[in-house]
């Protein structure tokens, strides 16, 4: 199969307009069957009546700002407080779900002050403060950074950050684009639409789940879509990519290091990318002396280079607080995965390998190896037996496996190839990147995916391609995350009802 115009055709430099979320939708809609549109349709009604028409008033909902500020979908680098100060977010903190503050154990650096940790509050309107008896509240007293929407007077102590006028993406793209991402939940019984979809017929069943997987990769290419009208689209995927070695623990971080290691095409030796991402990481052991003799030499030839280097990056350099290390399986160690990032970066032809991938002919059973083997590091002499800095030697480690390469094509890879075709207007090459979506095989299970089939189904589907569990992802994003664990006002059900009768 030909995919139409060479790479060289399609946009390689930045995104210059915003993406309009319904043009893009038009964009496929000749090639959708009627079930697919109806899923759309319910979809809109459901989301974009309790959220985006809000967003029409004088004020979005709080409900939307703090999603906008997870997701930093923000102009980072142009950021300012209210009284004119730079602000950079290096780490955005983690969304807390019970009271107290927003968010908790952020990262932020105004003007050239060092870095703090604080919480984050954020608030419609600067009143909010007040209104909401923060003041005074202990809980409270660790709050670095107010946000609101906009017009703060800086009339505290504590800095604002006005966000309207940062926006990445126009308010009302946003709110649809937020739809689709996840928010903070606790364990959830199984629903009311459990009945209705098991009534559903197996083709029905595989249709909703179908298009409900193109809605979230389109909305993922949304985003990389936004990146790239920042930064460009090869940085937008270099950002992607370790935003994807993160898991959701570690992604602030990782993205913050993209940001400051640019992708850059010429290749350099692996060494020195090494001690530039683990330096920058702030995660490079100063003290070596307790080191087993092996991990020593290796520490030792990572600072021989780079001490070189580090007082053109003393200033970005994260603190060791940035990383959340708490229960984190040990093959998932940062460490592991910025040595993947790494040669990554030492090779420099990864961006041309995964388009030339693209263009090739591969099994649909094949999938998941050929990108381990376009992802995966060449092999190493420290980290194929070490879990990370501490860690003793052990037998060979799989550096990436099939499922998490797998999962780094379909949230990542594949929605940006998607997005630059739609933007270069390659059908040929969209359809191309659909089908591969959607003939790629399921993934490991998470637990994400076990609790959309809790949530969802009395009896859960057999799921055999990872669009499908994708799908399964999108119904609770667009439906689950805007209701209760009661389903209170939730319109799913009565969308598969329709889909029954």
């Known amino acids: 199969m030909r995919a139409g115009r060479s790479w060289r055709q399609l946009p390689r430099n930045r995104a210059e307009a915003p993406l309009d979320l319904q043009a893009v939708l038009q964009e496929n809609s000749r090639t959708q069957s009627i079930a697919s549109n109806f899923y759309e349709r319910q979809r809109l009604v459901a989301g974009e009546s309790a959220q985006l028409h809000e967003t029409r008033s004088a004020l ?282 790494a040669d990554w970066l030492s090779v420099g032809s990864l961006i041309s390998r995964l388009e030339a991938w693209l263009l090739a002919e591969v099994p649909a059973e094949e999938l998941g190896h050929s990108a381990q083997k376009i992802l995966a590091p060449t092999p190493h002499p420290f980290w194929d037996h070490h879990f990370s800095f501490k860690s003793r030697k052990v037998t060979a480690i799989q550096p990436l496996g099939t499922d998490r390469a797998g999962e780094i094509m379909i949230n990542m890879v594949l929605p940006w190839f998607w997005i630059r075709a739609v933007t270069g207007k390659n059908e040929r090459l969209r359809e191309r990147i659909e089908s591969r979506y959607f003939a790629w095989p399921a993934l490991a299970d998470n637990s994400a995916l076990r609790f959309a089939r809790a949530r969802l189904f009395s009896q859960p589907p057999r799921l055999r391609h990872a669009a499908f569990q994708q799908g399964m992802l999108q119904i609770l994003r667009d439906f689950c995350d805007h209701s209760d664990a009661l389903c209170n006002n939730c319109r799913f059900p009565e969308l598969v009802g329709k889909l029954v009768e």
């Open 60 to 341: 979005p909902p709080e409900l939307l700002l703090q999603q906008i500020w997870h997701h930093q979908r923000l102009l980072r680098k142009a950021l300012r407080t209210v009284d004119g100060r730079t602000i950079s977010v290096l780490h955005p903190g983690f969304w807390n779900v019970h009271a107290g503050p927003d968010f908790q154990q952020a990262i932020i650096q105004i003007e050239n002050e060092p870095p703090r940790r604080c919480d984050i509050e954020i608030d419609v309107i600067e009143e909010g403060w007040k209104q909401h008896q923060h003041e005074g509240n202990p809980a409270f007293a660790r709050v670095g950074l107010h946000v609101i929407w906009d017009c703060g007077t800086q009339g505290g102590p504590i800095p604002q950050l006005a966000i309207k006028g940062f926006l990445d993406s126009p308010l009302e793209e946003l709110s649809l684009e937020m739809q689709a991402l996840a928010k903070p939940r606790g364990a959830i019984p199984g629903g009311n639409c459990c009945g209705p979809l098991s009534q559903c017929s197996a083709s029905a069943l595989k249709e909703l789940l179908r298009q409900a997987a193109l809605v979230r990769l389109r909305s993922k290419a949304l985003q990389l879509g936004a990146w790239a009208r920042q930064s460009g689209w090869e940085q937008a995927l270099w950002e992607g990519l370790f935003v994807s070695l993160g898991y959701s623990r570690n992604v602030w971080p990782m993205k913050r290091i993209a940001e400051i290691v640019p992708w850059q095409s010429n290749r350099q030796d692996r060494l020195s990318a090494e001690a530039l991402l683990f330096g920058i990481s702030g995660l490079l052991p100063r003290d070596n002396t307790q080191a087993v003799p092996g991990t020593r030499v290796y520490i030792r030839s990572l600072w021989d280079v780079w001490w070189r280097v580090e007082p053109n990056y003393r200033s970005c350099v994260l603190p060791k607080t940035a990383w959340n290390l708490a229960g984190l399986r040990p093959l998932n160690s940062p460490e592991r995965r910025l040595a993947v990032a």
